[in-house]
């Protein structure tokens, strides 16, 4: 499976999951290309070892910095954009390992999967607050260089 | 209806089309806000949670609350309030007509039809049981299973409107179809179609939603929604868990 074949993927899973949640249809383009490209980092840091959790750090805060710059330009809720491109970074792999291992009784793999579902969805929810962060020193640094050309 | 009523007519309707269609909370407060401003409101308090939404124009006597009762997903209706309370800021239209067009939005249904969901309930299983298991040879099996999955949770909940039965009802679905097609060799292993099936049901809105009521420090609706997205998680795995057990 190469690079190219994941990132076509990733574009369809989230194209995917707009048109089930019902964003507006010209949003869903810009929406499939977020997740393209945050996919790509995810692939990136795990090129260079850097693990799951970090990988989703990463592609969390370039969801909430592309969605909140592609909310700008198409005038739309910023959350159109976000929640349709997270839905490749979903730790659904691991959540259902942790049923099944609860179900047949392997307490202690279960816990362990339970553990990478919160710390996954921690490092998701601690990107988006770094994310939250980089967009208002965005909107900050805008700001002054308006003043300064004016 | 005097002016005062109608603007917290149109900000009420505003906000509860908002809530009701899966917006977060701060975006919800701050539309309301605007409206209110741009009608000529100097200061407005507005109270929004997740069941209800209550709004008083400081020193009159004006004070309404509607409540919300139920809840879907379609961000449609969310970017369309926006760009009439963009349009109303640019004095494009009047109050009135933005009375009359949210309240006209309110009885529309959603834009994308149902074939249209099923295409995206096939494109979410297929794709992302290749991305997260990296093997093809389960992948006509994952389709049609999830986009089949997603079809009987979108007829059980508009016919028997409770979600989580309706999400459990899925889940049992999917498990028992995934076996089913183990058993007479189509798929080779059980585990990636019942994952990659399962993608389309994935709580993504509550659960995006609840991060980021927390985050603006809502923390009457932020929980909530939490709660909603681990019992919706918990109705997805109790119903899997189900077939597991079984076989």
């Known amino acids: 499976m190469g690079v190219i074949g994941q990132l076509i993927l990733a574009y369809l899973a989230v194209l995917g999951f707009g048109l089930i949640i019902n964003i507006p249809h010209q949003a869903l383009n810009l929406a499939g290309w977020i997740g393209t490209v945050t996919w790509g980092g995810y692939l990136l840091v795990q090129v260079f070892d850097g693990g799951v959790v970090l990988g989703s750090f990463i592609g969390s805060v370039g969801i909430g910095v592309l969605s909140s710059l592609a909310a700008r330009y198409k005038k739309m809720p910023s959350i159109i954009f976000n929640i349709p491109s997270l839905v490749s970074f979903v730790p659904g792999s691991q959540a259902y390992q942790m049923v099944r291992n609860f179900a047949l009784g392997n307490y202690d793999q279960a816990v362990g999967f339970m553990l990478q579902v919160v710390v996954i969805t921690g490092a998701i929810a601690l990107g988006f607050l770094v994310a939250e962060l980089l967009n208002q020193l965005i909107a900050f640094c805008r700001q002054h260089w308006q003043q300064l050309r004016s | ?247």
């Open chain 2, 1 to 247: 209806m005097t002016t005062d009523e109608l603007i917290i007519a149109t900000c009420l309707k505003a906000g509860k089309i908002m809530v009701e269609n899966g917006s977060e909370i701060s975006r919800v407060d701050d539309t309301m806000t605007r409206i209110a401003q741009n009608a000529g409101v100097v200061q407005a308090n507005t109270y929004v949670t997740i069941t209800g939404v209550m709004m008083s124009i400081q020193g009159r006597n004006a004070t309404q609350i509607a409540s919300i009762t139920k809840r879907t997903i379609d961000l449609e209706k969310v970017a369309q309030v926006n760009q009439y309370s963009r349009e109303f800021a640019d004095q494009r239209i009047d109050l009135p007509t933005l009375h009359a067009r949210l309240n006209q939005l309110d009885q529309a249904s959603r834009s994308f039809p149902l074939w249209l969901q099923l295409v995206g309930a096939a494109l979410v299983s297929g794709p992302l049981m290749i991305m997260f298991r990296q093997e093809t040879i389960n992948t006509w099996p994952t389709v049609l299973i999830g986009t089949l999955g997603y079809l009987v949770f979108y007829l059980l909940n508009r016919y028997l409107k409770i979600k989580f039965l309706s999400e459990l009802a899925a889940a049992l679905f999917i498990g028992f179809a995934a076996e089913w097609t183990y058993q007479i060799g189509w798929g080779t292993n059980i585990n990636d179609i019942i994952i990659g099936a399962l993608m389309p049901l994935v709580p993504g809105v509550p659960l995006t939603n609840a991060v980021r009521d927390i985050l603006a420090g809502n923390f009457v609706s932020g929980p909530a929604r939490a709660v909603e997205a681990l019992i919706s998680a918990a109705a997805l795995g109790f119903g899997i868990a189900v077939v597991i057990t079984i076989f």
